[in-house]
């Protein structure tokens, strides 16, 4: 069965870094498209960013274009997300979701990480 | 970018009732790119409804979708006390990918 487990999530400053990992299994992770969706405490869902399953496009939501940077490592199963210039408005829970190849929507998710700025 | 808006926000019914939630495009959503999603508290969503009314895999048939272009309907034919819970639509016609709102199903 497909499992997706989150995990680098934490409390951290404003401006400072973090990096997430979404490790995967029970499915071909190389032939499918990953992202990363976030919610805010009592709020609703955001799509943050989409990969390719080859690395070879990547997109973000403007809210995150320019600090944030997806990727993959696709001999380790692992999907990653890079987040530079934290802003209180960033915390959120983090899921990381597949694509199910065809289309933008999110077949499977993973339970989040909980990533928390502030001072 | 297309924005969801989903009705009403809270939604008050019995066990064995029938659910009529909305979700309403500020632009046509090409080819009926439209999915639902389920979300229990403290737990992440479930994907129910693809394509507008495809239903996905292991969701029970109370679950159904329906619409096209602007205005979409997810229908829960009669409401068991698991289906308590917050519903979202999605869009993947156009990036971004938006989400409504959502709606709230609570018990009466």
């Known amino acids: 069965q497909v499992q997706l487990v989150e995990s680098g999530g934490g409390v951290v400053q404003p401006g400072g870094s973090l990096r997430l990992s979404c490790a995967a299994s029970g499915f071909t992770f190389s032939s499918y498209g990953m992202h990363w969706v976030r919610q805010a405490p009592g709020k609703g869902l955001e799509w943050v960013a989409f990969?390719?399953?080859?690395?070879?496009?990547?997109y973000y939501a403007d809210s995150v274009k320019g600090r944030f940077t997806i990727s993959r490592d696709n001999s380790k199963n692992t999907l990653y997300l890079q987040m530079n210039g934290l802003r209180a408005e960033d915390t959120a829970v983090y899921y990381c979701?597949?694509?199910?190849?065809?289309?933008?929507?999110?077949?499977?998710w993973g339970q989040g990480t909980l990533v928390t700025v502030s001072s | 970018e297309i924005v969801l808006t989903q009705s009403p926000g809270t939604l008050s019914l019995s066990p064995g009732e029938r659910a009529t939630l909305s979700c309403r495009a500020s632009q046509s959503i090409s080819s009926s790119y439209l999915a639902w999603y389920q979300q229990k508290p403290g737990q992440a969503p479930r994907l129910l409804i693809y394509?507008?009314?495809g239903r996905a895999t292991d969701i029970p048939d109370r679950f159904s979708g329906s619409g096209s272009g602007t205005d979409f309907t997810l229908t829960i034919s009669r409401l068991e006390p698991e289906d308590f819970a917050v519903y979202y639509c999605?869009?993947?016609?156009?990036?971004?990918?938006?989400f409504g709102q959502g709606t709230k199903v609570e018990i009466k």
């Open positions: 999605q869009q993947y016609g156009s990036s971004p990918w938006t």
């Open positions: 394509g507008a009314s």
């Open positions: 979701a597949k694509d199910p190849g065809c289309c933008r929507y999110f077949d499977y």
């Open positions: 990969i390719r399953h080859d690395e070879s496009n990547k």
